[in-house]
């Protein structure tokens, strides 16, 4: 069974940074992209980053919006993806959730919650 | 980048009616995919590559489309499909449209 798995969301100062994590399993994690895609309270969903396998040399992706704000990353050893976002604005506001990507968004997880307030 | 444009943004429809949403992008792309959000749930992949169902979906929703015009069709609407379906295209990056919010009539 595919099992996708947020964490590291919270409440989180402007102008600070964030590390949100996506821990796998039940699938060959090495054999897919990984995307990062986000929905802001009562909104309609924004992608956010992509990164490829290693069969594409990890490429690299960022909605145009965020790019230079976000770093996305795996581990291949651990399954997992993370997403590094700093300068943190009060329309980062959001549930980011970690989805498999091939063909389409294939799985996603239930997100975790991002609350950007002084 | 390339902009996705849901209609209607809401509708209503009753058992059993013949229901369809649509899509338009501002430039060419080669396949839609769709997603299913109910209230307070993650979404979930309904159709994929224009009109491969996912897993799961009911053969009574369809998909259907080419170059910048793309539908989804609910052949007979049922209580379960109350809910809001997004467009996205992966063509070039991976721009999401604003939704449709499905409800019961």
């Known amino acids: 069974e595919v099992q996708i798995l947020e964490t590291g969301g919270g409440l989180v100062k402007p102008g600070g940074s964030l590390r949100l994590s996506c821990a796998t399993s039940?699938?060959?994690?090495?054999?897919?992209?990984m995307n990062w895609v986000r929905q802001a309270p009562g909104k309609g969903l924004e992608w956010v980053a992509q990164?490829?396998?290693?069969?594409?040399?990890?490429?690299?992706y960022y909605a145009e919006s965020l790019e230079g704000r976000v770093t996305i990353s795996r581990d291949d050893s651990k399954s997992s993806v993370y997403l590094q976002v700093s300068s943190l604005r009060a329309e980062d506001t959001a549930i980011y959730y970690c989805?498999?990507?091939?063909?389409?968004?294939?799985?996603w997880g239930q997100g975790v919650m991002v609350t950007v307030s002084s | 980048e390339i902009v996705l444009t849901q209609s209607p943004t809401t509708m209503a429809a009753s058992p059993g009616e013949k229901v369809t949403l649509t899509c338009r992008a501002s430039?060419?792309?080669?396949?839609m995919h769709w997603y299913q959000q109910r209230s307070g749930a993650s979404p979930k992949l309904w159709i994929y590559?224009?009109?491969k169902l996912a897993s799961g979906v009911p053969n009574r929703f369809s998909g259907s489309g080419s170059g910048t015009s793309y539908s989804l069709t609910i052949n007979s609407m049922e209580t379960e499909d109350a809910a809001t379906y997004y467009c996205?295209?992966?063509?070039?990056?991976?721009?999401f449209g604003a939704g449709t919010k499905l409800e019961l009539k």
């Open positions: 039940g699938f060959n994690f090495n054999d897919y992209f």
């Open positions: 590559e224009t009109s």
């Open positions: 430039s060419s792309v080669s396949y």
């Open positions: 996205q295209q992966g063509s070039s990056y991976h721009t």
């Open positions: 990164i490829r396998n290693k069969n594409y040399n990890y490429a690299t």
């Open positions: 989805t498999r990507w091939r063909r389409a968004n294939d799985y």
